[in-house]
């Protein structure tokens, strides 16, 4: 991850991870993860601070709170992660490529990955919170954002990334074939943030799939010509 120049909070998958997972436009692979993932103690300690930000916010992640929630003991979690800042960063980075295996796996099963539209649609869809790991991760993410106000070094990890997800949905505009008037950078900027603003907006039910999903649409329509 690198240092934000954009100002926009993260969301739940981060925009590096969303950019590998779709940058590959025919028959994408799902490869093995790069790094290792933790097994056994440290998983199950990770899923626990997961479980703790998504239901009652970082603020309760004390390493007591934590313990309990894993149903270990608090010299358990001492053992396996130096402080409680790195336990939040390994639990952060394992929940990045928890998401990036999720996004994979959805792209891999699209019918027409090739279709730059198809896949436009889907990369923002991947911001939305439509099943339940998804959503999960939407919460866990905005509980780490919230802590990132007030955490300077969880910040400086938090907030450590670029913008390559709004750079591959302004390829993607482009490649699906942009209205002649489109700055497809600048409307890229607009729907990453407007999608990850409306599956906020899922969240706290203020709006419907099916009504999330016209908006998508809507924009869109308005940026891409039509077919021929």
Not at 25 to 41: D, H, M, Q, S, Y
Not at 175 to 193: H, K, M, N
Request: with cysteine; glycine share 6%.
């Amino acid at each position: 991850m690198r240092p934000s120049t954009r100002g926009r909070r993260p969301v739940y998958c981060s925009r590096a991870c969303q950019a590998r997972a779709y940058r590959s436009r025919r028959n994408p692979p799902i490869p093995a993860p790069a790094v290792p993932e933790p097994a056994g103690r440290q998983r199950q300690i990770a899923e626990a601070v997961w479980r703790i930000a998504a239901g009652r916010g970082l603020q309760m992640a004390t390493i007591r709170e934590i313990a309990a929630e894993a149903d270990v003991s608090p010299r358990v979690v001492q053992y396996h992660f130096t402080n409680k800042h790195h336990l939040l960063v390994t639990a952060l980075q394992m929940l990045h490529r928890e998401n990036e295996r999720g996004a994979r796996e959805r792209i891999a099963a699209l019918r027409d990955a090739s279709d730059p539209r198809v896949l436009l649609r889907a990369t923002l869809e991947e911001l939305l919170p439509l099943d339940d790991q998804r959503r999960t991760s939407l919460l866990v993410m905005s509980a780490y954002y919230a802590r990132s106000l007030t955490d300077p070094a969880l910040a400086a990890v938090f907030l450590h990334e670029g913008g390559p997800l709004e750079d591959l949905v302004a390829a993607l505009i482009t490649a699906a074939g942009a209205r002649p008037s489109i700055d497809a950078a600048r409307e890229a900027d607009l729907l990453v943030g407007g999608v990850t603003g409306l599956g906020l907006d899922l969240l706290h039910r203020r709006r419907t799939r099916a009504d999330v999903r016209r908006t998508l649409d809507y924009h869109l329509d308005r940026i891409l010509a039509e077919h021929l």
